[in-house]
């Protein structure tokens, strides 16, 4: 069940990344960073919540990771508009 929704999620991730950096190469957001980091912290938390069975605190992991996902598509859906 974890891998198969890490890939959902990298399916979601990467075509945002790749639209960065073929329609605004030239762009860079101060947060493009952080949010980064978040999305892939908040995939290990799921992962290892997943692991250990806790699944309250594995769908609050989840939320981070959608919520940087979120804001990232944002930030790219403003860069390109």
Do not use: D, K, Q
């Not at 069940?1 to 101060?30: K, Y």
């Not at 960073?33 to 997943?50: C, E, N, Q």
């Not at 609050?60 to 508009?81: E, H």
Request: aromatic content about 12%; glycine content about 10%.
């Amino acid at each position: 069940m974890v891998r198969s929704n890490h890939g959902e999620a990298l399916a979601l991730w990467v075509p945002v990344v790749v639209i960065v950096a073929v329609g605004a190469p030239e762009f860079t957001h101060p947060h493009l960073s952080m949010i980064a980091s978040f999305f892939l912290m908040g995939r290990l938390a799921y992962a290892a919540i997943s692991l250990a069975g806790i699944p309250l605190l594995r769908s609050g992991a989840w939320i981070v990771g959608f919520a940087a996902w979120g804001y990232l598509t944002w930030i790219v859906m403003g860069a390109i508009a």
